[in-house]
């Protein structure tokens, strides 16, 4: 059974920093994709940052500059280093891990909240 394990979530002042981290585990094969997500009240979940196997970026364009995605291809670990949040950054972020080719999977975490006062 594999479980996406994520931390570092909590609460913090507008221009402070936080770092997620989520680590796979179990066994598993490598994943294509790693990324992050978040949903805030009453909104879509939507991506925040993805890293694929091959270490290619994307990031939602409110966040670039200010996120940072990195993974340990060797773990399965895949963290998120949030710089200069704003209130509008609080969510649920829930990290994520797809794999495209066989075995295909898409595994969710449980979500870690993160919460941003102005």
């Known amino acids: 059974q594999v479980q996406l394990v994520e931390s570092g979530g909590g609460s913090v002042q507008a221009g402070g920093s936080l770092r997620l981290s989520c680590a796979a585990s179990?066994?598993?094969?490598?994943?294509?994709?790693m990324g992050w997500y978040r949903q805030a009240p009453g909104k879509q979940r939507e991506l925040v940052a993805s890293?694929?196997?091959?270490?290619?970026?994307d990031y939602l364009d409110s966040v670039k500059g200010r996120f940072t995605i990195s993974r340990d291809n060797a773990k399965n670990t895949v963290y998120l280093q949030m710089n200069s949040l704003r209130p509008e950054n609080t969510a649920v972020y829930y990290c994520?891990?797809?794999?495209?080719?066989?075995?295909?999977?898409?595994?969710w975490g449980q979500g870690t909240q993160v919460t941003v006062s102005s």
């Open positions: 179990g066994r598993i094969f490598s994943p294509n994709v």
């Open positions: 890293m694929g196997s091959d270490g290619k970026t």
């Open positions: 994520n891990a797809r794999r495209t080719s066989w075995p295909v999977f898409d595994y």
